[in-house]
């Protein structure tokens, strides 16, 4: 039931790009992107409704197919801020308020 | 300044021994949520408060954890005769206005 992230981990040098996937079993009202460096909270980056657009961030951007249950965050021209672990949170389409199901997670790091 | 306050953030007791954490959102939300996390997972969903009333409770509750928000602003989680297994982050979160999650900064309890 947990959304599964890919890659689990990845390395990149400043300057490259990135992309992180989330896939879900259920059919979702949104999907949530998270960033977490190490011993800190999660700090929001995104949320994504269900209707497949497609939001922007800066170099961050993130889609989600409604069809496929599939999310993707895009990470380009990666900065050392970047660092960090990516989860995918995702709240099913149940008609109610529910609570955020994390991802397993992606670890990124950025390297000079 | 993340916009919910935690208190402590560190614990540590002894195997047995019961212990009270405390989340203070900074402003006045509806909705409040408890999450674990351990180290390399994604936060897990504990319970929910919409106002004074506690909503769902994740099967990870057992009988040993209790949560309040006796006035539908602050929260405690409690956890009694603790063990091992109960070491982890506990983080709380509101609800922001951009649709997604603002996290505390958690209380890491270190059971021995």
């Known amino acids: 039931q947990q959304p599964v992230q890919s890659p689990q981990a990845v390395i990149l040098r400043e300057g490259e790009d990135a992309v992180i996937n989330c896939s879900s079993s259920?059919?979702?009202?949104?999907v949530h992107w998270y960033r977490q460096k190490h011993g800190e909270a999660p700090v929001f980056l995104m949320i994504?409704?269900?209707?497949?657009e497609q939001k922007g961030h800066e170099k961050i951007s993130a889609s989600f197919n409604e069809k496929k249950q599939q999310s993707s965050l895009y990470l380009t021209a990666s900065q050392l801020s970047y660092s960090g672990t990516y989860f995918c949170?995702?709240?099913?389409?149940?008609?109610?308020?529910?609570?955020?199901?994390f991802g397993t997670g992606t670890r990124l790091q950025v390297t000079l | 300044d993340t916009g919910v306050s935690q208190d402590p953030r560190h614990k540590i007791t002894k195997r047995g021994q019961n212990v009270t954490f405390r989340c203070d959102p900074i402003?006045?939300?509806?909705?409040l949520y408890w999450y674990r996390q351990t180290l390399g997972q994604g936060p897990e969903f504990l319970t929910y408060?919409?106002?004074?009333?506690?909503?769902?409770k994740s099967r990870l509750l057992s009988d040993r954890f209790s949560a309040e928000r006796p006035k539908g602003s602050f929260s405690t989680l409690e956890i009694q005769r603790t063990e091992q297994g109960d070491s982890a982050m506990y983080l709380c979160?509101?609800?922001?206005?951009?649709?997604?999650?603002?996290f505390g900064s958690g209380t890491r309890l270190t059971v021995v």
């Open positions: 259920k059919a979702l009202y949104s």
């Open positions: 402003s006045e939300h509806n909705r």
């Open positions: 979160a509101t609800p922001d206005r951009d649709g997604g999650y603002t």
């Open positions: 949170g995702t709240v099913p389409d149940t008609g109610t308020a529910s609570k955020l199901t």
């Open positions: 408060f919409q106002n004074e009333a506690q909503l769902e």
């Open positions: 994504l409704l269900k209707g497949g």
